[in-house]
């Protein structure tokens, strides 16, 4: 059966790039792993989509919308940090934003989609907010266009 259908939800707190597959020596073994920290962020974003898709599955062609976002340090000035919220400021900082869309697309991988190779168009976004957040919208509505930024007071 195939729908068209839209999930979007928030994943709180700072959005992590997918980290480097680790490697470590076991009995003459070479074991792959990936570090705790994204597995943490992994499990925190699935956690979030599973709040809004209530078990259903995109299928198809799938679109992934990613808005990182990012809160300005605290030591800035006040001006200075309004200019970042306000976006004229651009979030240039690490993580990369290929590595963040990558730890996303591996989270919701087999449960929002059958595998992430679904995916057949992305746009990605990094800035400055009042709150660290990553904002995700996956859909397989093909006649979806309108961009999606951060509206300001939400989280």
């Known amino acids: 059966m195939i729908y068209l259908a839209t999930f979007e939800f928030t994943v709180p707190n700072v959005c992590r790039g997918k980290g480097r597959p680790r490697f470590r020596n076991f009995h003459g073994h070479v074991m792959t792993y990936t570090p705790k920290t994204t597995k943490d962020y992994e499990k925190e974003a699935l956690k979030a989509f599973n709040k809004v898709a209530r078990g259903k599955k995109l299928e198809g062609a799938v679109k992934l919308e990613i808005c990182a976002i ?13 200019q970042m919220i306000n976006n004229e400021i651009p979030y240039i900082k690490k993580p990369d934003l290929d590595n963040c869309i990558k730890a996303i697309a591996d989270s919701c991988n087999s449960v929002a989609y059958a595998d992430d ?20 919208r996956l859909t397989d509505d093909k006649h979806v266009i309108k961009p999606f930024w951060f509206v300001k007071g939400e989280s």
């Open 70 to 82: 990012y809160e300005p340090p605290k030591s800035i000035p006040k001006k200075q940090r309004e």
């Open 117 to 136: 190779a679904c995916i057949d168009e992305i746009h990605a976004y990094k800035m400055y907010g009042p709150v660290s957040c990553c904002q995700v």
